[in-house]
């Protein structure tokens, strides 16, 4: 089955500084690539996601990179903003009707 | 246009009792999925269900676990004799089609096993 690990497991910079979150996974059947934020008490929402077919994705702060051949893609997140910290967690999917997650990045955006 | 719904927001329950989970789909939303997840650890993909079928179980526990998404009404996660082991946040989730494209989560049920 798929394997998902994802990297670094905490991450703290400065407001206004970038955040890089990276992810690979190991089934190169996967074709879809959501990234999840999940704040305290409440259940993950989608902010960002990609398809095998493209390589970057970009809406406002947030991008996504893929690199299908390397098997492993990126978020970044530019000038952070206090409220960007929360937990974030990758996914991938392929085929089938699951996803399979990361174990979570807990980024703290200091002012 | 409300949300996934899930209730109860927190359950408490004895070691031994059983555990029934709720879960609103959205609006549209015809295929629900259930996912564990334990105290700083990503989530675990449980059960896949349709109205009144269930398509993929491949993650459910083999004892004392099981789901529903009846015709009419809420998805039904259920826990029998429940142990400490099974404390943990479960979310559902749902989505329009088969495929795994636009997922949406409930705010999840966080059960705590006495």
Not at chain 2, 83 to 111: E, K, N
């Amino acid at each position: 089955g798929e394997n998902v690990e994802q990297h670094p497991s905490t991450l703290s910079v400065q407001e206004g500084d970038s955040a890089v979150i990276k992810c690979t996974y190991s089934d190169s059947a996967s074709n879809y690539f959501p990234w999840y934020k999940q704040e305290l008490g409440k259940g993950p929402q989608l902010i960002i996601d990609i398809r095998s077919n493209v390589g970057e994705k970009k809406d406002q702060r947030i991008a996504v990179t893929l690199n299908k051949t390397a098997k492993h893609f990126s978020l970044h997140i530019t000038e952070t903003q206090p409220e960007d910290s929360a937990v974030y967690f990758c996914a991938a999917s392929g085929s089938g009707n699951q996803f399979y997650f990361g174990t979570g990045t807990s980024l703290t955006v200091i002012p | 246009n409300a949300g996934v719904m899930q209730n109860p927001r927190h359950l408490v329950r004895r070691r031994g009792q059983e555990a029934r989970l709720r879960c609103s789909p959205m609006k549209g939303h015809s295929h629900v999925y259930w996912y564990r997840q334990l105290p700083e650890e990503g989530l675990k993909f449980m059960v896949y269900l349709q109205k009144e079928n269930i398509i993929d179980e491949s993650g459910m526990p083999k004892e004392r676990f099981s789901a529903e998404f009846p015709k009419e009404g809420p998805s039904i996660l259920r826990i029998q004799q429940v142990v400490r082991g099974d404390s943990a946040a479960y979310f559902c989730a749902s989505s329009t089609g088969t495929g795994a494209y636009g997922y949406t989560f409930g705010s999840g049920t966080r059960l705590t096993v006495v």
